[in-house]
């Protein structure tokens, strides 16, 4: 792991409808004050309490709102730079998928939670808080942090509809589906997984069934393909049948 992907940085919950409303503000060209004042006006009625540490939540809530959205890591500038068009390009129920990938290649905790949970949900037809937390715990590390992390991301993904509870405590099954079929899309998504890989590499095969896009469907493309939709990926032939995906390098800004 690099240094960004040995981070957790994601500990509170994040609902879909706050990062669609961050991307529209930095969509409509609003600088940074613009929006954490359009923010803090929005998310402030879901944090009533006016003690510090629910002060302290909302001010950790914009802040990764913001990272996801606007300041983002040098590395992935034109990964947000392009999804914020396709924001505007794609059929709106597609949106949620570019937040997905947007959040995962900004913050790669989310992307390691996501994928314990489509392993597990390849294996079983639901699963237990407990069972994603002890997978991370054995990823990052016996930190109660990641532990306790986890369970804000699972928050998340209930929120996003991509899990559901059941009536057993702590228990999951898997929530909508969605199918991406647009070609410029689903290179965007594989980029964004490449940012979450320590080599920022890996074959085509793995890329489109990997578990940290387990409410995904990704349609079959080809490494070529994907190259030619994206300045920043290239290809390698790797044997006689598959091909290994690779961002072109770090970005420099």
Not at 68 to 80: A, F
Not at 127 to 147: D, F, K, L, M, W
Not at 170 to 185: A, C, V
């Amino acid at each position: 792991m690099n240094n960004r992907q040995k981070q957790i940085g994601i500990d509170r919950l994040i609902r879909l409808k706050w990062l669609e409303y961050t991307s529209n503000l930095v969509l409509a060209g609003n600088n940074e004050q613009a929006v954490k004042n359009e923010l803090h006006q929005m998310l402030t009625p879901s944090f009533p309490s006016s003690s510090t540490t629910k002060r302290g939540s909302l001010s950790k809530t914009i802040t990764i709102l913001l990272k996801t959205w606007l300041h983002v890591h040098r590395d992935i500038h034109s990964l947000r730079d392009t999804g914020l068009e396709l924001l505007q390009s794609v059929k709106k129920t597609d949106h949620i998928a570019i937040h997905w990938g947007m959040i995962m290649a900004a913050y790669p905790f989310w992307g390691s939670v996501a994928g314990q949970i489509g392993r597990l949900l390849r294996l079983q037809e639901n699963v237990a808080a407990s069972q994603i937390q002890r997978r991370i715990r054995e990823q990052y590390g016996e930190r109660e942090t990641a532990s306790r992390t986890a369970g804000r991301v699972i928050q998340s993904l209930v929120d996003w509809g991509v899990l559901r509870g059941i009536k057993e405590k702590g228990i999951y099954i898997k929530g909508r589906t969605y199918t991406i079929d647009d070609p410029k899309l689903i290179t965007w998504l594989i980029e964004a997984s490449l940012h979450i890989r320590p080599n920022g590499s890996a074959a085509i095969k793995d890329l489109l069934e990997s578990p940290t896009f387990f409410p995904f469907h990704l349609a079959h493309t080809t490494a070529e393909l994907l190259v030619s939709f994206s300045p920043r990926l290239d290809t390698l032939r790797h044997g006689l049948d598959d091909n290994i995906v690779m961002l072109r390098s770090v970005e420099k800004h």
